[in-house]
């Protein structure tokens, strides 16, 4: 079923007690703490619910709106996919605590995608949910979107301490574009999610988050200890990563066994032609890679042959995309 914005609709939801699908969309409608705690006590006498997506961008949920919305959702029990979107609101802290904390009541919770975008949620909030979601036993894919928010490194550690908890995660998608982790952050984050053993598809967006040589090749060197991580996307554009750190973040995921299919953007560094080549001779060594995505600055024609032909040398790659 899917529904459009009118307060209206809200008792027509609560009166649909078997409804398992449901697509709700109410985005910038000015819903304030009021108006979503009576859209989440309709929410919650649909006790047959087990795949919900909920669109609230752009609104005006506070943090008590956000923590009666998860306390009502946490009366869905047999929910198992959740789709919660809460970009541009203002939960703060406080909400996105809240909110992971009611929400670890939906025991049978496996696929979760919580956008944040936007929330002004800093290193407490970000390491409260984190906390929260370790209860959640169930969960198996997890997208979490916390860009444009005020996350440091400790923010970072902390969020990436508690995912490692979650045994049973083998898909991660984690967004923190835009907030100031650094290369304490960096390294903090890598080295928690290297004891996510069940691991097997992560994609990292750290895009603009001041991270350097160190952070790089940090955040590479917890990720090869991803023993069976066979899919991933770093996304670590518009950084401070020089030539030292390109060649240490390749040298590391070289080591990565298992790794099947990898996609590297580091444009809008100042990595430069020796961290290219360097950072090319190191991923032929990955040596069961066969799908390969570079997205890299600008060079000239004779870097790009260089970068090219040492990529090309490993024996299993199949698919080579780059974009320079």
Do not use: H
Request: with cysteine; glycine share 10%.
């Amino acid at each position: 079923m899917y529904i459009s914005y009118s307060r209206n609709n809200y008792p027509r939801i609560a009166n649909c007690a078997n409804i398992q699908n449901l697509t709700l969309s109410l985005e910038c409608n000015q819903i304030g703490a009021i108006g979503v705690s009576d859209l989440g006590s309709a929410l919650a006498n649909c006790a047959q619910f087990s795949n919900l997506t909920l669109n609230l961008e752009g609104n005006q949920i506070c943090a008590i709106g956000a923590s009666n919305l998860g306390i009502d959702l946490g009366k869905c029990t047999n929910l198992s996919n959740l789709i919660l979107n809460l970009f541009g609101n203002q939960i703060g802290d406080e909400g996105a605590s809240s909110l992971g904390s009611a929400l670890t009541n939906c025991i049978n919770l496996s696929n979760l995608t919580l956008s944040l975008i936007g929330n002004q949620i800093g290193d407490e909030g970000a390491s409260s949910l984190g906390s929260a979601l370790t209860n959640c036993i169930n969960l198996s894919n997890l997208t979490l979107r916390l860009d444009q928010n005020k996350i440091g490194a400790m923010g970072a550690s902390g969020l990436g301490s508690a995912l490692a908890n979650c045994i049973n995660l083998s898909n991660l998608t984690l967004s923190l574009y835009q907030n100031q982790i650094g290369d304490e952050g960096t390294s903090g984050l890598g080295s928690a999610l290297a004891k996510c053993i069940n691991l097997s598809n992560l994609t990292l967006s750290l895009i603009w988050n001041q991270i350097g040589d160190e952070g790089a090749s940090d955040l590479g060197s917890a990720l090869a200890k991803c023993i069976n991580l066979s899919n991933l996307t770093l996304r670590l554009y518009q950084n401070k990563i020089g030539a030292m750190g390109a060649s240490g973040l390749g040298s590391a995921l070289a080591n990565c066994i298992n790794l099947l299919n990898l996609t590297l953007s580091l444009y809008l560094n100042q990595i430069g032609d020796e961290g290219t080549s360097g950072l090319g001779s190191a991923i032929a060594k990955c040596i069961n890679l066969t799908n390969l995505t570079l997205l890299l600055d600008s060079m000239n024609e004779s870097q790009k042959f260089k970068v090219i032909s040492k990529c090309l040398k490993s024996k299993r790659l199949v698919v080579f995309q780059k974009v320079f």
